[in-house]
């Protein structure tokens, strides 16, 4: 098992920045991938960004790429997603995910094995 508990979430006004985190915990070992969605109010859940756990090779949305950075950092078990230059269509739950099957970069929901309870992230005009 691996627990997840994101943080770092909160309210910003457009153009601003915010650093989400996400500690893993339990069987950290068994982790591939880690990786950061959102899902805003009346949509799907959406990938954002993912990164390998033991190479850093990392994979963004299109859209998301030019203005979030994800990384690592393995000696606290925990991952970042550095979100710049926000929108207020970022407005969104932004929850963390682990992988602890595949040995490449998924995007897609439902391979990810593992997941936090989200954090609010609203961006107000």
């Known amino acids: 098992q691996v627990q997840l508990v994101e943080s770092g979430g909160g309210l910003v006004q457009a153009g601003g920045s915010l650093r989400l985190s996400c500690a893993a915990s339990?069987?950290?070992?068994?982790?591939?991938?880690m990786a950061w969605f959102r899902q805003a109010p009346g949509k799907e859940r959406e990938f954002a960004a993912a990164?390998?756990?033991?190479?850093?090779?990392?994979r963004y949305a299109d859209s998301m790429k030019d203005r979030f950075t994800i990384s690592r950092d393995n000696a606290k078990n925990t991952v970042y997603l550095q979100m710049n230059s926000l929108k207020p269509e970022d407005t969104a739950v932004y929850y963390c995910?682990?992988?602890?099957?595949?040995?490449?970069?998924?995007?897609?929901?439902?391979?990810?094995?593992?997941w936090g309870q989200g954090t609010q992230v609203t961006v107000s005009s």
């Open positions: 995910a682990a992988d602890v099957a595949r040995i490449g970069i998924p995007i897609a929901r439902d391979e990810y094995d593992y």
């Open positions: 990164i390998n756990w033991r190479d850093s090779r990392t």
């Open positions: 339990g069987r950290t070992f068994s982790i591939y991938t």
